[in-house]
């Protein structure tokens, strides 16, 4: 099958989606972003890899923390970075995404992370440049979060050593998450034996079982013995009384407080993806706990970022 | 040819090493050929002295052509380096690019007083003003033979000589 994030020797030259990628490439990934993380702890937090590479950053969809974070790997690679927030600027006055991604290579960038609205955007752009521009999906529609999904990995595999044992829950809005569709997606390529989705009917896409998860409804059940939690972020625009009656009953059906945490193992580890919605999907207290992990997952987020512009950059068709 | 006696080169190395240590050193070895030297002769050696471990792969030079290829454990230099006699430990010398690409990572944890470097072999490939100060044997070989060294099954060192994959 064609896959267009490998080039012709079968390496990654886009990342656009978790699907299509092997075992062995994602855990290359996570062995480099290992070593990235130390850089991250130095006191010169640089190293000279991407010294006169170009990274553009072209956000069709807001989100400071992921261009951020990427804006933050592109520079400690010693890449030049170009921020471009397209919600705002030519996309508005008309000009179709080609146009704006061939005038950003007319400037000689060299990878574009790209985030937009529209599931497919990324594979699109990818699918029409030229062989030496790598492009990073930062996010598309209701699609994929591919980096999302490596770093959670890398963050299971930071506290749990082996992913072939675990249990993992995901809760929350799995119908509109990019993100859970990744992690599914990751967890049952790298050999996750149960992988639980937890949510109410209305935020469950159809289905879903096909993905090889196992569905819950009630959070008590589904927490039971669990090794990760991975919560999920409640959108506002989804509390109009279609998809959920109100966040404090969200909060009491479906929340995660340290009750329903104590049905998981003792050791378990609990993510969020940011940004998080205290007193919505997590209680405050759960979330400053010593079992969370949430802001480890910023850092190694960063060093994951890393490892993927660093492997796609080193791509020569 | 025959290949000399990996042992006995690294028994070599560490009496030299020995006669230079004092309190201001710190061993840096190479990965992977220089780290497995000073994990076995640190034990010997009459001090404790600091030590840490280079990963060049962030630095190298030929990133562009061909792209990036972590398979070492990543560097550890965890001890402070400022004003330190360094003693880079590898198992071969070529051209000198790995060791410009571990100087230029070195100076990213601080500004040693010294950089000495120390190999079991010297290959005589020089490519950049830089050479070994503490060397046990020159050797030449064809360029696209690759020279390491491993283990062999009972843990002692040997020397491997492959066709290069460049």
Excluded at chain 1, 166 to 172: M, Q, T
Excluded at chain 1, 181 to 195: D, F, Q
Excluded at chain 2, 65 to 80: H, Q
């Amino acid at each position: 099958m064609f896959n267009p994030q490998l080039n012709s020797k079968g390496n990654l030259n886009h990342l656009l989606s978790i699907e299509g990628l092997s075992k062995e490439k994602i855990i290359q990934i996570l062995d480099t972003a290992e070593s990235f993380l130390k850089i991250g702890e130095r006191d010169v937090k640089k190293v000279p890899i991407l010294r006169g590479k170009t990274v553009c950053n072209v956000f069709f969809e807001n989100s400071t923390r992921t261009r951020t974070t990427f804006e933050i790997a592109a520079k400690r690679l010693s890449a030049d970075v170009i921020n471009l927030n397209v919600a705002t600027s030519s996309q508005s006055k008309g000009e179709t995404i080609l146009d704006t991604i061939n005038n950003l290579i007319a400037m000689n960038a060299d990878v574009f992370v790209v985030r937009h609205s529209s599931s497919g955007a990324a594979h699109f752009i990818a699918t029409h440049v030229k062989p030496n521009i790598h492009i990073i999906n930062a996010g598309d529609g209701n699609h994929s979060h591919p980096t999302q999904g490596l770093l959670d990995a890398f963050t299971i595999r930071k506290y749990k050593t082996n992913f072939n044992k675990l249990k993992v829950a995901i809760v929350g809005d799995i119908l509109h998450s990019r993100v859970a569709r990744s992690n599914i997606h990751a967890l049952n390529i790298l050999g996750v034996p149960e992988i639980r989705v937890i949510a109410p009917k209305t935020l469950l896409p159809y289905e879903i079982e096909k993905l090889g998860v196992h569905v819950f409804h009630d959070i008590d059940k589904g927490l039971k013995d669990a090794d990760v939690i991975m919560m999920l972020r409640i959108q506002n625009e989804r509390m109009d009384g279609v998809m959920l009656p109100s966040q404090e009953e969200y909060f009491k059906t479906y929340g995660l407080n340290q009750t329903r945490l104590d049905l998981a193992k003792k050791d378990a580890i609990v993510m969020h993806p940011g940004p998080m919605n205290r007193g919505v999907e997590i209680d405050s207290a759960v979330a400053d706990s010593d079992q969370s992990v949430i802001l480890p997952q910023v850092t190694f987020g960063i060093a994951v970022r890393m490892a993927v512009m660093a492997i796609l950059a080193g791509q020569h068709s | 040819m025959t290949l000399p006696n990996a042992e006995k080169l690294v028994e070599i190395l560490k009496n030299k090493i020995n006669e230079i240590i004092d309190d201001k050193t710190v061993l840096i070895g190479v990965q992977r050929g220089g780290e497995l030297i000073l994990q076995r002769i640190l034990p010997g050696l009459k001090d404790t002295v600091a030590t840490g471990s280079i990963d060049t792969s962030f630095y190298r030079d030929d990133f562009s052509s061909r792209g990036l290829k972590v398979k070492n454990k990543p560097s550890k230099i965890d001890t402070e380096i400022n004003d330190k006699h360094i003693i880079l430990i590898d198992d071969v010398f070529s051209t000198g690019r790995t060791v410009r690409a571990a100087m230029n990572e070195i100076f990213d944890y601080g500004r040693p007083a010294k950089i000495t470097l120390a190999v079991l072999i010297d290959r005589n490939e020089q490519e950049l003003p830089i050479a070994p100060q503490i060397y046990i044997e020159k050797i030449s070989l064809s360029k696209n033979q690759h020279l390491e060294l491993g283990l062999d099954e009972n843990k002692k060192f040997i020397f491997q000589l492959k066709d290069s994959h460049v």
